[in-house]
């Protein structure tokens, strides 16, 4: 059992996710209800450092 958790472990994992979850939701229900009130979605905010990130790792793997 060297790898795999316990049954109890699995249980307190899956009540701390609850706990997350209901800790969270209102701020994730108020932040979406924003984003769908947003006139100009910044498309552009989200996707450049993506962007940025894939070419540094195509970057990286080229120097290899």
Same mark, same amino acid.
């Given at each position: 059992? !060297? #790898? =795999?958790?316990?049954? $109890? *472990? *699995? %249980?307190?994992? +899956?009540? /701390? @996710?609850?706990? @997350?979850?209901? %800790?969270? $939701?209102? #701020?994730?229900?108020?932040?979406? *209800?924003? !984003?769908? *009130? @947003?006139?100009?979605? =910044? $498309? @552009? +905010? /989200?996707?450049?450092? %993506? +962007? ?6 195509? /970057? ?5």
């Amino acid at each position: 059992m !060297s #790898g =795999d958790m316990a049954i $109890w *472990q *699995q %249980i307190l994992l +899956g009540v /701390f @996710a609850l706990l @997350a979850l209901f %800790i969270f $939701w209102p #701020g994730v229900k108020v932040a979406m *209800q924003k !984003s769908e *009130q @947003a006139e100009n979605k =910044d $498309w @552009a +905010g /989200f996707l450049l450092p %993506i +962007g940025v990130v894939v070419l540094f790792v195509v /970057f990286l793997i080229l120097m290899v």
